[in-house]
């Protein structure tokens, strides 16, 4: 589904015992969102099931840190991070998610479930700055090289502080 959002200023926080918890089949496809998501996203329950997930995808987002996440799902593990959202009216919300992939008995990937909490504020503006320097990367390098350019920059960054993403996203 093509949507042209504008995106605005206006800030949705999450309140500490929220849980923003969603479900996909394989190909990223909502199949369960529970009442706090539909909450956040603005859209009705109807427009969530059955669209992409990339539905609530915000355009400060870089693009290489979903190519980091669906690398690291597909593989069958687990992925944690931080993620700006976008709602319908074109507002935004800070999550710290957490995306597992759910296998069948054969352990076959049948679908992610994804769990997001509350992030801290002091979090948000260390990280924020990395995702700005990614994204201008990826779109210095344009479309065909910006995954590259983009994790580039954040390679850089955690050879620098000797970490993996998972370490950094829970020392912020
Ligand atoms: C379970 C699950 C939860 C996801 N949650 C989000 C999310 O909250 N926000 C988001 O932008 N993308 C989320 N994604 C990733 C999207 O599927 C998509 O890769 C991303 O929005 C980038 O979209 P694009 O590839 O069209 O640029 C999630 C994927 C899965 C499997």
Redesign the pocket.
């Known amino acids: 589904m093509k949507r042209a959002i504008e995106p605005t200023s206006i800030e949705r926080t999450m309140r500490e015992d929220d849980f923003i918890v ?3 089949n394989a190909k ?1 496809i909502i199949t369960y969102g529970n009442p706090i998501f539909i909450e956040f996203s603005g859209y009705t329950e109807a427009e969530l099931l059955g669209s ?3 539905i ?3 355009p400060d ?1 870089p ?1 290489s840190v ?1 190519k980091l ?2 690398d690291t ?1 597909q593989g069958g593990k687990e992925f944690f991070g931080y ?1 700006k ?1 976008m709602s319908k009216d074109g507002g935004f919300y800070w ?1 710290f ?1 957490h ?1 597992a992939p759910d296998f069948d008995a054969n352990r076959q990937i049948v679908g ?3 769990v ?1 909490r509350c992030p801290r504020r002091e979090a948000i503006s260390k990280i924020e700055p990395v995702y700005r320097e990614m994204l201008q990367a990826e779109r210095a390098a344009g479309a065909r090289d910006a995954i590259a350019a983009g994790t580039q920059v954040l390679v850089d960054l955690l050879n620098k502080s000797g970490t993996g993403y998972e370490e950094l996203a829970f020392a912020l």
Do not use: C, E, L, P
């Open positions: 969603s479900k996909t990223g992409q997930h990339n609530i995808r915000h987002m693009r979903f996440a669906w799902i993620v959202n999550v998610t995306i992610f479930t994804s997001r």
